[in-house]
Each structure stands twice: as structure tokens, then as C-alpha cells.
């Protein structure tokens, strides 16, 4: 006797709900021990224990400036692209209270079109945090790499108002392919 069965595969069967957990291709996203895999890009860093989105770590930047508005890279990292393919990114962010002044954030990605972010770029989507009290997160869905892209750099921003501190948290970095749209598959068992 044959029988036909209908599965249901989803995303969140295979990886939970949420976008950040499927296919992650960062190292060291979650900031859980240490800052490794990222390379600071201007802002002075460093990782923090006590401080965390959903578990204890995160990634701590500290903007000042003693003349006037300022913005500069934090942290960034390099991973594997492919031209056509449409991509995921986003993370959680926290702005110190303790902060002397006020500033803003941005998370941006860059398509290369060398394997290891060299080469001829083009600039992906962006996203930026509000200025809110507590960690909030922010995503850019379905950023389709352009034509040639073989790599993406993910770049955390920061800047600083005027003079003072601007201190913010960085966590749960993500940066994958879209994930998979739930579909039924059809398949015979006997």
C-alpha cells in the first residue's frame, strides 16, 4: 500500500524562530567571552561582562571628543558573499546612560568583489539604532548582493555629538542568506 504524506519544512523547525539564528556566518557574534574575530576599526573597544543582550558579554565602544560632532568605525569583520544571493543582517544595541553626551550608530554592510573584502565595492543596506533607553535590536532583510560579490564586510559605526562620551553596547551580530521560505514538500512512503 503506498501512502502520500505532506511534510511542513520551516526555518523555524530547523533553526527556531527568529532571523538571527539561521545561518550566521560571523564569528564571535554574541560577544559571550571575548571580542575575537572582530577588528577594531577606530572607536577604542573592548568587551564587557557585565553588560549583554540576552546573556551576559557584549562588545563596548567609547566615543569622545573634546571639540565637536565626530563618527568612526568600531568594529568589523569580513565573511563570504555570493553575487545574486539576498541577505540578513542586523544586532543588538545599547547607548550607556552614563554617556555625556548623545550620539548615534550604524550598522552597514559592504559587497566586494574579492574573497577577502578587497577589490571593487558596493555599498549593501544599512540600519541605524534609535536613541532609546535599553537594548533594542535592528535588521536589514533581503539585501541582494550585487553582481560579482564574492565577500561582505560588516562594519559597526559610532558617533558622538559634541564634546563628551558616548558610550554604546554592541551585540548578537548576525549577517547570513535569507532564510529558506517555508514550503510543503510531497513525498511517497510506503
Known amino acids: 500500500m503506498r501512502t502520500r504524506v505532506l511534510v511542513f519544512v520551516g526555518l523555524a523547525m530547523v533553526a527556531g524562530a527568529g532571523v538571527c539564528l539561521a545561518a550566521n556566518q560571523l564569528v564571535n557574534p554574541n560577544f559571550t567571552t571575548n ?4 577588528t ?3 572607536w577604542p573597544i573592548d568587551w564587557i561582562g557585565t553588560e ?15 571639540t565637536g560632532s ?10 563570504a558573499a555570493t553575487a545574486g544571493v539576498a541577505y540578513d ?16 550608530a550604524r550598522l552597514r554592510v559592504i559587497y566586494y568583489t574579492n574573497s577577502n573584502c578587497t ?25 541582494v548582493a550585487p553582481a560579482g560579490t564574492q565577500s561582505a564586510f ?9 564634546p563628551g562620551t558616548f ?18 514538500v510531497s513525498f511517497a512512503a510506503e
Open 35 to 38: 571580542i575575537a574575530g572582530w
Open 40 to 42: 577594531a576599526s577606530g
Open 52 to 66: 549583554g543582550n540576552a546573556a551576559p558579554g557584549a562588545l563596548r565602544a567609547i566615543a569622545t571628543s573634546s
Open 70 to 79: 565626530v563618527g568612526m568605525g568600531v568594529a568589523t569583520q569580513c565573511t
Open 89 to 104: 543582517f542586523g544586532a543588538s544595541f545599547k547607548i550607556e546612560p552614563a554617556s555625556t553626551q548623545t550620539g548615534g
Open 119 to 143: 577589490g571593487t565595492l558596493t555599498s549593501g543596506g544599512s540600519v541605524d539604532p534609535t536613541s532609546v533607553a535599553g537594548w533594542q535590536s535592528v535588521n536589514v532583510q533581503n539585501d
Open 154 to 162: 560588516v562594519e559597526l559605526i559610532q558617533s558622538i555629538a559634541g
Open 167 to 184: 558610550t554604546a553596547y554592541w551585540d548578537d551580530v548576525f549577517f547570513g542568506p535569507d532564510p529558506t521560505p517555508a514550503e510543503l
